[in-house]
């Protein structure tokens, strides 16, 4: 499988350290807020990566964090913690902010097929990893104490700017938006790894440490638990391309620095949705969720595929427009794939070429669009229906767009229009129901139901208006 590696930014052929096993970590949900679809769009990527890795024959451990201490308003070392945030606009504690934006983060991960990592941990879970790798950093010189705090001294480093993409002057303290100068800092970029001083006082959750009575910086967060569950080395690393820098950027310094070695070979960054206006954020603009989605109208899959159609490394624009015809596309190809009858043995030659088109696609740097083109190649491929199955059957293994349990209900419904079609008799009762239930008379709307269900008929209310249905 080819990858574009942010490290060399060139795609590369991937390979894992060790042969079957991949060490994959993701940079979890800040649980303040409920998530943006743009947020989304990072996990359902990475999604779609980690069950490409699978299909290809790997078993892979992920890792993805939560981070509930810690991220400050800004993504560098100053502003309020982004949780104590979101208490005080809820005028509740940060545990039960953190549960329960954990606990919307996977409900909405759930709707979009989006598999849960094989670990999940909390940040306030690993203090003591964090500690270790504090301590390890100041015994090796790499860090030092300064206004209460331990900072990471990026001048240690040969070569700081990591993914050398972008124009360090924009970066410089004081410059980039919602970075103010922390005169404690010997370098610009150093980044605070152990706080136990900030301007904001009330920081809920704090810890005991060799430094004093604080809690841990973002950046340590990712270093300490990827190391907690992977060990001290990683094959691969996700994320948003607003990661980069400086989160990603400040968690190879601090780990590398550590671990005295290389620390992890692949970097996949997931390029942003955007609004016409720019980027979608919490703060900015309609706030975009899944729940709003639905409440549109909506099915979450339309949005999955919205993104599958799409490649990872392009910015995404998001419109109402780009939604319906994303919406239209999958009605029509479920509705195709409903017309599809299991018939007789599957065409293993026919399955070979399909599949092999499908992997291509995605052994190109994950090129999901090109991968759901070779879905409606199955659709026009000239060999049975049976052979079709199996092959969307496959693929949504990794696509996840519920591409046969979506036509089976679309073929049920139909099935359930057909039987409805076949008796005017009830017909004319059901739809005197319907009248009556207009009307507000309910009790002859009852009755009508009641006398039906003495006849083993049973009435079924859907979106499209009453159906019935002999039990
Ligand atoms: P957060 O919860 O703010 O820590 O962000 C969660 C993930 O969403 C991170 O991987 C971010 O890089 C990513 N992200 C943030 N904004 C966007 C966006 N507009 N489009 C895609 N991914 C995003
Ligand atoms: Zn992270």
New binding site residues.
């Given amino acids: 499988m080819y990858l574009y590696n942010s490290l060399s930014h060139k795609k590369e052929l991937f390979k894992p350290n060790s042969e079957n096993i991949v060490k994959m970590y ?8 409920y ?9 359902i990527m ?1 999604d779609v990566l980690e069950k490409a890795l699978r299909y290809n024959g790997y078993h892979v451990k992920r890792v993805m964090n939560i ?1 509930d201490v810690g ?1 400050l308003a800004s993504d560098a070392d100053t502003g309020e913690d ?1 949780m104590v945030k979101g208490a005080k606009r809820e005028n509740k504690s940060v545990m039960d902010i953190a549960k329960y934006y954990t606990d919307a983060f996977f409900a909405d991960c759930d709707k979009l097929n989006i598999k849960r990592p094989d670990v999940v941990e909390p940040a306030t879970n690993c203090i003591n990893e964090y500690i270790k790798i504090v301590s390890g950093l100041l015994d090796k010189g790499y860090a030092y104490l300064a206004g209460g705090n331990v900072y990471f001294d990026t001048s240690k480093l040969e070569k700081y700017y990591v993914f050398n993409d972008h124009d360090e002057d924009d970066l410089a303290v004081g410059v980039r938006e919602g970075v103010e100068q922390d005169l404690n800092k010997r370098n610009k970029n150093d980044f605070v790894l152990w706080f136990t001083k900030s301007k904001f006082e009330d920081q809920a959750l704090k810890w005991d440490s060799p430094w004093g009575v604080g809690y841990p910086g973002w950046h340590i967060e990712c270093s300490g638990i990827s190391m907690k569950h992977l060990g001290e080395d990683l094959d691969i690393h ?6 980069a820098f400086p ?1 990603h950027t400040n968690e190879i310094a601090q780990s590398e620095s550590y671990l005295g070695h290389k620390w992890c070979n692949y970097w996949f ?6 609004t016409d206006s720019g ?4 703060s900015k603009g309609e706030f975009l969720t899944v729940s709003l989605l639905e409440q549109k109208g909506y099915d979450p899959m339309v949005y999955r595929l919205f993104c599958l159609q799409s490649h990872y490394r392009r910015n ?1 624009v998001f419109s109402w427009e780009n939604l319906d015809n994303a919406a239209a596309a999958y009605e029509k190809l479920i509705a195709k794939i409903a017309t599809l009858k299991a018939d007789g043995d599957v065409d293993e030659a026919v399955f070979a070429q399909l599949k092999d088109r499908f992997t291509k696609a995605l052994d190109g740097d994950l090129n999901t669009s090109v991968a759901v083109t070779a879905v409606y190649d199955v659709l026009k491929a000239k060999t049975n229906d049976a052979t079709k199955l199996a092959a969307l059957a496959d693929f949504d293994q990794v696509l996840s767009l519920n591409l046969i349990s979506a036509a089976e209900k679309v073929r049920k419904q139909q099935e359930l229009e057909q039987e409805a079609n076949a008796d005017p008799e009830i017909d004319a009762l059901v739809s005197a129901r319907t009248e009556a239930k207009k009307a507000k008379n309910f009790a002859e709307a009852d009755r009508i139901r009641d006398e039906l269900k003495a006849r083993g008929i049973e009435i079924i209310d859907t979106p499209q208006g009453a159906k019935w249905r002999k039990v």
């Fill in positions: 993701t940079c979890g949900p800040t649980v303040y807020h998530a943006h679809i743009g947020n989304l769009r990072t996990y990475e981070t991220h982004k996700c994320g948003g391309i607003d990661n989160h960054h997931v390029h942003h949705l955007n980027k979608m954020s919490k995404l």
